[in-house]
């Protein structure tokens, strides 16, 4: 099993910019795959970054193509989606989860999720 703990969200103007880091602790596998998610209110939750876990590969949904990057780092465990040209749109929490299975794109196939980290971004 793993764990994995979600930080630095907050409040920020449009225009700025928040770097997210999650905490992975317990096994992990060189097929996973590292997603970051988003849930806005009333919205459902929908894929944002996916970077995989040894190699690399990395992955964006259009809307954030550009402006979010995801990256890890394998000795200190940690993923990271550093956002830029924050929207208001962009608002949501933002939760961390790991596939195993290489799907990348669905939520039903990500098996651990973090408790998500909030982020607002003024108008």
């Known amino acids: 099993q793993v764990q994995l703990e979600e930080s630095g969200g907050g409040l920020v103007q449009a225009g700025g910019s928040l770097r997210l880091s999650c905490a992975v602790s317990?096994?992990?596998?060189?097929?996973?795959?590292m997603g970051w998610f988003r849930q806005a209110p009333g919205k459902e939750r929908e894929f944002v970054a996916g970077?995989?876990?040894?190699?690399?590969?990395?992955y964006y949904a259009g809307s954030v193509r550009g402006r979010f990057t995801v990256s890890r780092d394998t000795a200190k465990k940690t993923v990271y989606l550093q956002m830029n040209s924050l929207k208001p749109e962009d608002t949501a929490v933002y939760y961390c989860?790991?596939?195993?299975?290489?799907?990348?794109?669905?939520?039903?196939?990500?098996?651990?999720w973090g408790q998500g980290t909030q982020v607002t971004v003024s108008s």
């Open positions: 970077v995989k876990w040894v190699q690399g590969f990395t």
């Open positions: 317990g096994r992990t596998d060189s097929n996973d795959i």
């Open positions: 989860a790991i596939d195993p299975s290489n799907r990348i794109w669905r939520s039903e196939y990500y098996t651990d």
